[in-house]
């Protein structure tokens, strides 16, 4: 298991924008799927993005496809998500996991994959 350290949240405005970011501690992502998922008050955690930290290979759901952006940088062993054009349903807690290996991009969204996790970063949009 890696320790994961999110970052970023806050409240903005619709239309808005946040970068999320997500550390390890004392750990590396190389070679790590890292994904970012949400969950808002009374709803089942879903996944939002996914990044390969090996290729750089990436994956969304589709409502946040044009809107969010996950990126990594292998020096800094963070992952980042970039979230632009934020509405109220973006609303939520975001966590962000990390499990080593490649995953299917279906996969890649599930949160039963993964066995690390952060503590989560709250962001509100109003």
């Known amino acids: 298991d890696v320790q994961l350290v999110e970052s970023g949240g806050g409240s903005v405005q619709s239309g808005g924008s946040l970068r999320l970011s997500c550390g390890t501690s004392?750990?590396?992502?190389?070679?790590?799927?890292v994904a970012w998922f949400r969950q808002a008050p009374g709803k089942e955690r879903e996944g939002v993005a996914s990044?390969?930290?090996?290729?750089?290979?990436?994956f969304y759901t589709d409502a946040v496809k044009g809107r969010f952006t996950i990126s990594r940088d292998n020096a800094k062993n963070t992952v980042y998500l970039d979230m632009n054009n934020l509405s109220p349903e973006d609303t939520a807690m975001y966590y962000c996991a990390a499990n080593l290996g490649w995953m299917s991009p279906g996969r890649s969204l599930t949160d039963g994959a993964y066995n690390s996790w952060g503590r989560g970063t709250q962001v509100t949009v109003s």
């Open positions: 004392g750990d590396t992502f190389s070679g790590r799927c």
């Open positions: 990044i390969y930290t090996g290729a750089g290979s990436t």
